[in-house]
C-alpha cells in the first residue's frame, strides 16, 4: 500500500467514526462448509475456516484465528439471544387420497405439540407435488395440499395466523425423476417451524 | 445450478423487490427478549416483546445488559447484545419460489446470524454491513462487532 492509499484509508476510518471491527466466522450448525467474505473498499477477504477472523481498527483489516473461548468471552450474550432453530417435518399421503399415512398421524401429534409450546411459533406448510401433469397444474396442487394441511392444524386448535400455506409445485422433488412419473415420495408436505 | 439460473433470478428479484417494498408487510419476528429493547420504525418507537412483527427498514436498539432475537420469514436468525442497532434495510422473499434478497445493517454493538433459505438459493442477493464494511455469505453462522459505532 503506498502512502496516499495508506493516507486515504486512515481519513476513512476517521470518518466512519473509528468504529473498530470484529468479524468472526463460527463453525456451521450443520457441519457444512461455509464462509463470509468481508469486503472493505477494494479489499476484500475471504473468512472460510471455523473461527477465522477479522479485526478491522483505525481502518486496516487485521486477519487472525478465532476460537471457542474468545467467542464465549465476548459474545455469550449475544449468542444465547438467539432464537431456537427452526425444525422442519413432512407428512406423507396414502395413495389417491387425503388421508395421511399412520406414520405420519404420529408426526402430526409432534409437530402440534412443538407448534404450541414454542415461543411465538410460526410454521409454514409447503406443498409438493411429483411430475405428473403440468407444472402450472402442479403449482396449483401442491398449494391445495398445503391447505388441507393447514386446515387441519386449525382444526386440532392451531391459531390460523401462525400458519401459512404455500405450494412449491413440482420443482423441489424429494427424489428426482424425469416429467411424468407418478412418485409417491414426492407427494407430500413438508412442514417448517420457526 | 445457481450460476445457470442467475440471469432469470436476477430478473425475478428485480421484481419481487419493487413487490415486496410495500409498507407494513412482515419481514420477521421478535421471539427472545431480554432487558430493554425498542423496536423504531420511522417516527414511531415501541417496546419489543416476544411475538411483536418486524417490517423492512425497522431499526432494533438494545439497551445495557440487553439482548434480542429475530427469526425473519426465511428462517434467518438474528441475534443482538447489549448496546446494539440492528437495521433490517431489506427484505424481501417468496416462499414459494425461495427467491428473494436481504441486506441487514449493524451500526453498532454486536450480532449473531445464521443465515437462511435466501442465502441457500441465492448467496449473492444477501448482505450484512457494518459501518466500513460489507459481509457476503455462503450458508453461514458468524458474529460480527462494531465497537464505537453510530448510534443513528
Do not use: W
Not at chain 1, 71 to 76: G, L
Not at chain 1, 159 to 165: H, I, T, V
Not at chain 2, 8 to 26: D, I, K, M, S, W
Not at chain 2, 141 to 152: P, T
Amino acid at each position: 500500500m503506498n502512502k496516499s492509499l495508506l493516507a486515504s484509508a486512515l481519513l476513512l476510518a476517521l470518518l466512519a467514526g473509528c468504529a473498530n471491527e470484529r468479524v468472526i466466522l463460527l463453525p456451521s450448525a450443520d457441519g457444512r462448509q461455509s464462509a463470509v467474505v468481508v469486503r472493505t473498499g477494494g479489499d476484500e477477504l475471504l473468512l472460510d475456516k471455523p473461527y477465522a477472523a477479522n479485526e478491522r481498527r483505525i481502518g486496516l483489516n487485521i486477519p487472525y484465528q478465532s476460537n471457542a473461548a474468545e467467542v464465549q468471552e465476548r459474545y455469550a450474550a449475544t449468542l444465547a439471544a438467539q432464537p431456537m432453530r427452526p425444525s422442519s417435518y413432512t407428512l406423507y399421503f396414502m395413495t389417491g387420497s387425503n388421508q395421511l399415512t399412520p406414520a405420519s398421524e404420529a408426526e402430526f401429534a409432534r409437530i402440534k405439540s412443538e407448534i404450541a409450546q414454542r415461543a411465538a411459533s410460526e410454521a409454514r406448510v409447503i406443498g409438493h407435488t411429483d411430475r405428473v401433469g403440468s407444472a402450472e397444474a402442479n403449482d396449483r396442487l401442491s398449494k391445495v395440499r398445503a391447505e388441507r394441511v393447514r386446515d387441519l392444524l386449525v382444526s386440532e386448535g392451531v391459531a390460523a395466523d401462525k400458519l401459512e400455506a404455500v405450494g412449491r409445485g413440482e420443482r423441489e422433488p424429494l427424489v428426482p425423476t424425469a416429467d411424468e412419473v407418478d412418485e409417491a415420495r414426492n407427494r407430500r408436505v413438508e412442514i417448517a417451524i420457526r | 445450478m445457481i450460476h445457470l439460473n442467475r440471469l432469470p433470478l436476477a430478473v425475478l428479484l428485480g421484481a419481487l423487490v419493487g413487490a415486496n417494498a410495500l409498507a407494513g408487510e412482515q419481514v420477521g419476528m421478535v421471539k427472545t427478549v431480554r432487558g430493554q429493547v425498542s423496536i423504531e420504525r420511522g417516527s414511531e418507537r415501541m417496546p419489543a416483546i416476544v411475538g411483536v412483527p418486524l417490517q423492512q427498514n425497522d431499526r432494533v436498539r438494545t439497551g445495557d445488559n440487553a439482548s434480542v432475537g429475530v427469526t425473519l420469514r426465511d428462517n434467518t436468525l438474528l441475534s443482538a447484545g447489549p448496546r446494539s442497532l440492528i437495521v433490517i434495510d431489506k427484505f424481501a422473499y417468496d416462499s414459494t419460489t425461495n427467491v428473494g434478497a436481504m441486506s441487514v445493517g449493524i451500526r453498532r454493538g454486536t450480532l449473531a446470524v445464521a443465515t437462511g433459505k435466501i442465502a441457500k438459493a441465492t448467496p449473492e442477493s444477501v448482505d450484512f454491513h457494518t459501518p466500513t464494511s460489507v459481509l457476503g455469505v455462503r450458508g453461514t453462522e458468524f458474529v460480527v462487532e462494531v465497537d464505537g459505532g453510530s448510534d443513528e
